[in-house]
């Protein structure tokens, strides 16, 4: 029998439900599987149903709202306009100490931005051939709101990178998930680490609204985070044991969250930041969420490639942003030591667009300024618009890649054969036109999330 309590749990969940069955709007805050980890954490444990209430009535609040939004755009599951053709073959003054990278490898911290493989994947894949990179997130069952996996499942590394560009693994993949920066690599395999560092305290909010993200916990110390602060807050979340500190320790090759980190004794990765500090002046390239277009276009004077409107977050908004979470959400919460980090960070960041970018000079140079952004020529570069679902594009030369065959998953249809209908764009299913539907929308259509 149903404690009083439990019912009453029960019952705010069952109204959440309602809620945001109600709400068209409030996708997100149904979605508990994480990106970054390309796993279903959906769970029906009490915590979880409560962590949905809480991020339903946030969601409803219209300054949550804005910030969630444009925390959406950062990690590529929101809603974008389609790229005209203007604005698909950007480029800006090169530095004279232009470079190319070699042996790239991404040190993606948790919710600093994962749409920046739409930068490193135009530039070690996409100079050959024009890609829209304005892909579907939605890679395969249990991975809804993977842009990283869905774009390098459309333009596989294999087919459209350049070699030697990218660090492969053993098994020719690219890595994009939360893995640790290893100084020995740097040091014995010359491997260029670039990466995007957050404020503290709004990477510690997004990762709150994002399943409670802790990359590093087993399942049992995650539980345990869940049940804890899932009802109670970004603030409960921050300050849990093995939390904070997390830049600290993967700049010393550790994971995220320490998953072995004694409530008594946790130091917020404290024993980790000389060596961390240190280590940011190792990192080829140095980029700032909070000034994300500067950053891309000082990625690109560092290194060269042309460069797309896609690739923007803050495209005509300027440098900064007011989309920032309400830092009263933490409760007072300060992750001192990764604030110790982001400092040295900024002056990196400073001293590369100060190395970089002559004086005078915005880092876009006229590149933004001067793009068209009218759609009267976009269906002719929009895969989307087009209807394109694979193949190229015989007006624009746009590469709409190759057939997601991750998607089957969504189905439950792995086993069958996926093959591109170059003179019609379409893909086919076991040698068949595609029959299979999501949302009802053909499963290979550009576009199927709701």
Known sequence: MMSAAMKCCWLVAACACAVIFAAATLDEAVTIDSSQECQDKASANMGNMLLQVNRATAVMNGSHAK????????????????????????????????????????????????????????????????????????????????????????????????????????????????????????????????????????????????????????????????????SQGAGCYASFPGIAGCTARMLTGLDCADGNADPDSF??????????????????????????????????????????????????????????????????????????????????????????????????????KTTSVLEDDSEQCSCQLAAAECGTMEQSTVDCGQCPTKRLAIVAKETSKVTCDLSSQKCMVDGESDDLVYNGRALFAWDISA
């Not at 232009?98 to 493989?117: C, D, M, V, Y």
């Not at 802790?214 to 049940?227: C, I, P, R, Y």
């Not at 130091?267 to 240190?278: F, R, T």
């Open 267 to 368: 130091d917020g990765g404290a024993s980790h930041l000389e060596d961390a500090l240190k280590n940011i002046d190792r990192m080829a390239f140095v980029g700032l969420t909070e000034r994300w277009d500067d950053s891309i276009c000082l990625f690109h004077r560092m290194f060269g490639g042309r460069m797309s409107t896609a690739q923007m977050v803050d495209f005509h908004q300027g440098s900064s942003n007011g989309n920032a979470y309400d830092e009263s959400e933490l409760d007072g919460f300060i992750d001192s030591v990764d604030e110790k980090i982001y400092a040295r960070a900024k002056t990196r960041f400073e001293a590369l667009l100060s190395e970089h970018v002559p004086d005078g000079e915005e880092p876009c140079g006229n590149a933004l």
């Open 67 to 230: 910030s969630k939004a444009w925390d959406d755009l950062l990690h590529g599951h929101g809603k974008k306009k389609a790229t005209a053709c203007s604005g698909m073959n950007l480029s800006v003054p090169a530095s004279p100490k232009e470079r190319q990278l070699k042996n790239l490898r991404w040190l993606h911290f948790p919710k600093a931005g994962t749409s920046f493989i739409a930068t490193i994947w135009n530039y070690a894949c996409g100079q050959d051939k024009l890609l829209d990179l304005d892909v579907d997130p939605a890679s395969s069952s249990g991975c809804m709101q993977c842009y990283d996996f869905a774009l390098m499942d459309r333009y596989p590394l294999s087919s459209y990178c350049q070699k030697g560009v990218l660090e492969e693994t053993s098994s020719a993949t690219f890595p994009t998930q939360h893995q640790p920066l290893v100084l020995a690599n740097v040091e014995a395999k010359g491997e260029d680490y670039v990466g995007f560092f957050r404020q503290p305290s709004q990477r510690l909010i997004s990762g709150y609204y994002n399943a409670l993200h802790a990359s590093g916990f087993d399942s049992v110390t995650n539980s345990m985070l869940h049940e804890k602060c899932g």
